[in-house]
């Protein structure tokens, strides 16, 4: 039977219109109109975003819309702003964009941007202490290093910002990211470190989660053989909903920032979250970033369904996964600052939408999340668009790139930006038969030699690809570009049928990690599981 969903009239809508689609070819709907490019092109607030290149036309878009409205994608906008408890299996409100609103937004009648708002002067007021040598160590001296422990969203949002605005960066402290419970990643920081001057952030939602309590255990082992046990709390401050865990593990309570169950970890950037970010760039950016988001969130509750870009972008990847079968989509960032936004978007798109269960308990039965992955040009250039160009699987790509770099290597900067446009064209358009054998025959190739290699110098094109172009790399257009995929993920779990804001598949692993991880202990060979994972328990124990 299908799903509610896929029974809908403008799905099958949609299903008929991509089998009359299926011929199209984007060099055709280029030639028939000189006026796509500003036909399928949106912009606002320094950021541009064409989908010209895309396998739509100005039909496949109405359907689109059509089909947001008819899964009531605007009301279930107004219910996820208006503080409604969208999170249905946690019972939960989803409330990120509280985080930076400019006017109150309510859950159960309390204003919770009140809550907000006090926790990020407290913030900010750490943050300026830090950076300007009021807040200091143990011994006296100002920290010059902060390592950020976490995992998921409490380090893969800092991690990016960080990364991304490190121009704004130079009076700031140098920031570290340990996440992976593998002791090679907290050891190596630790190595090149002082710990008289090293800050760290504990950052865990219920100050319980398995990896991030073993890093933050080594961190303060580290401090407590270099510095003093009593010393060690100098040297920690925490994010977290749970601050009395947080205290029974040494942090002081003025240095503990809450945050809340309404804010899901890949969406909490803008809270206490972001703390790395204030310290490595100052709080004034901090709120800048926070204001660009906010100028996103107010374009997505306002503008109908056509013009807004998140809209659009969802309802794309709908159009792709769902019914044009592409089953991965590459992130190419052309912009080195940017290059931890496709493990950014790993996590919050794939764990938001990486989901079969419908809101009701049904299974859906179409493609949801596709794979994304990618990573930042001109590198995947030579590494993994061979596949992009030639190879066999359906895939479609996000282009994001700036047009005003923070350097003065213009020259560089020119390069990088022909390589990302030259790539759309090429990925669209491809090159036929005969211009691939009008090629060779100009590098003066014999017939024998253009007859052996025409079939490895054809490109299809005719691969939809996305660009996104921001006027500069600002903490607002950074702010921006995050809720613009954030809210982007919702619309596609309105149309999906799924609940953004849980993780249930992560439980699993983490459960039986907790059953093995004693059993790892001693030298007696264990003799539960599956024969395969005991065998694998078992060898580790023998040669360990």
């Given at each position: ?58 039909e496949?878009?109405r ?8 899964c ?26 509280a ?17 907000a ?10 943050a ?11 011994t006296?001296?100002?920290?010059t290093?902060?390592?950020n ?10 991690r990016l910002a960080?990364?991304?605005l ?6 700031g402290?140098r920031l570290?990211?340990a ?20 800050l ?17 255990r ?16 100098k ?5 977290t909903a ?20 309404w804010?899901g ?23 800048e ?38 089953a991965?989509?590459?992130v ?5 600052r ?6 950014y ?11 079969r ?35 066999a ?26 390589n990302?446009?030259?790539q ?21 190739l ?23 172009l ?10 921006a570009l ?39 202990d001693?030298?007696a ?20």
């Amino acid at each position: 039977m299908p799903s509610a969903r896929s029974a809908l009239p403008s799905w099958q809508q949609l299903v008929e219109h991509q089998r009359a689609a299926s011929g199209l070819r984007l060099r055709d709907l280029f030639a028939q109109d000189p006026a796509r490019f500003p036909k399928l092109s949106l912009s606002m607030d320094g950021m541009l975003l064409d989908f010209s290149k895309q396998l739509v036309t100005g039909e496949t878009m109405r359907l689109l819309a059509a089909l947001g409205r008819e899964c009531g994608l605007e009301s279930q906008v107004k219910r996820l702003y208006a503080g409604e408890r969208v999170n249905s299996t946690e019972n939960r409100a989803a409330l990120h964009i509280a985080l930076r609103a400019g006017r109150p937004v309510l859950l159960d009648g309390r204003d919770v941007t009140k809550d907000a708002g006090s926790v990020l002067a407290a913030m900010g007021r750490f943050a300026r202490g830090v950076r300007a040598g009021r807040i200091r160590g143990a011994t006296g001296r100002k920290f010059t290093d902060v390592v950020n422990i976490g995992i998921g969203g409490s380090d893969l949002g800092p991690r990016l910002a960080c990364a991304a605005l490190a121009p704004y960066s130079k009076a700031g402290p140098r920031l570290h990211f340990a996440s992976n419970v593998d002791g090679a990643a907290i050891a190596a920081i630790l190595g090149n470190l002082s710990p008289a001057t090293t800050l760290f952030i504990v950052a865990s939602k219920t100050f319980t989660t398995m990896e991030t309590l073993a890093n933050a255990r080594a961190a303060r082992a580290w401090l407590a053989k270099k510095l003093g046990a009593k010393a060690a709390a100098k040297h920690l401050c925490a994010v977290t909903a749970e601050p009395a865990r947080a205290a029974g593990f040494g942090v002081s309570a003025e240095r503990v920032f809450r945050i809340w169950d309404w804010v899901g970890g890949r969406y909490s950037l803008c809270s206490a979250v972001g703390l790395p970010v204030a310290l490595a760039t100052g709080m004034k950016h901090f709120d800048e970033l926070r204001a660009g988001a906010r100028a996103m969130d107010e374009h997505f509750a306002s503008a109908p369904l056509e013009r807004s870009l998140p809209a659009v972008l969802g309802l794309l990847e709908v159009w792709n996964a769902s019914l044009r079968g592409a089953a991965s989509r590459a992130v190419l960032p052309y912009d080195e600052r940017l290059k931890q936004l496709p493990a950014y978007l790993q996590q919050l798109e794939m764990e938001s939408c990486g989901k079969r269960a419908t809101r009701n308990g049904g299974i859906a039965d179409y493609a949801t999340a596709p794979v994304t992955w990618g990573g930042a040009g001109t590198d995947g250039q030579h590494a993994y668009f061979q596949w992009l160009h030639q190879g066999a699987g359906s895939v479609t790509a996000d282009f994001i790139a700036c047009c005003r770099p923070r350097h003065r290597l213009r020259e560089n900067h020119e390069m990088l930006l022909a390589n990302c446009f030259a790539q759309t064209e090429a990925l669209a358009f491809g090159m036929g038969a005969d211009e691939a054998a009008a090629a060779m025959r100009k590098q003066g190739l014999p017939e024998s030699e253009v007859r052996r290699l025409l079939p490895h110098r054809v490109f299809e094109g005719n691969r939809p690809v996305t660009s996104i172009l921001l006027d500069e790399l600002s903490p607002r257009a950074l702010g921006a570009l995050i809720a613009l995929y954030e809210h982007k993920v919702f619309v596609q779990s309105v149309i999906w049928d799924v609940n953004a804001f849980d993780q249930w598949g992560v439980e699993l692993g983490k459960h039986l990690a907790e059953r093995i991880l004693p059993e790892l202990d001693g030298k007696a060979p264990v003799s539960g599981h599956d024969a395969s994972t005991r065998g694998l328990i078992n060898h580790y124990k023998a040669k360990r």
